[in-house]
């Protein structure tokens, strides 16, 4: 089992950043792919981005791209989603997950966070 906890959310200006982070407890992060997804209320829950074991390969939704990165620290545990240039309509709960195979679909992944909340004002 892996327990994943996400920390980093908070309420920013649109055009600012943030950073979150992931971290896992109970098994080691490497073996697994690890996907950024976030939700908000009226709509379903949406792909943001996804990193392979070894950092070497990812993977972003248009809708980020060029703005969001993803990456991971092994040695802590620990991936981390940047995001620049933040927009409202970046606002919804933001959450990370971990499969051995992991990809864009949320019904691939076996292990959630429980979601931190980003707010973007204009």
């Known amino acids: 089992q892996v327990q994943l906890v996400e920390f980093g959310g908070g309420l920013v200006q649109a055009g600012g950043s943030l950073r979150l982070s992931c971290v896992a407890s109970g098994r080691t992060l490497v073996s697994y792919v690890v996907g950024w997804f976030r939700q908000d209320p009226q709509k379903d829950r949406e792909f943001i981005a996804a990193i392979n074991s070894s950092g070497g390969t990812t993977s972003y939704a248009d809708s980020v791209k060029g703005r969001f990165t993803i990456s991971r620290d092994n040695t802590k545990n620990t991936a981390y989603l940047q995001m620049n240039s933040l927009k409202p309509e970046d606002t919804a709960a933001y959450y990370c997950?971990?499969?051995?195979?992991?990809?864009?679909?949320?019904?691939?992944?076996?292990?959630w966070g429980q979601g931190t909340l980003v707010t973007v004002s204009s």
């Open positions: 997950a971990a499969d051995a195979t992991g990809g864009s679909y949320s019904n691939k992944y076996d292990y």
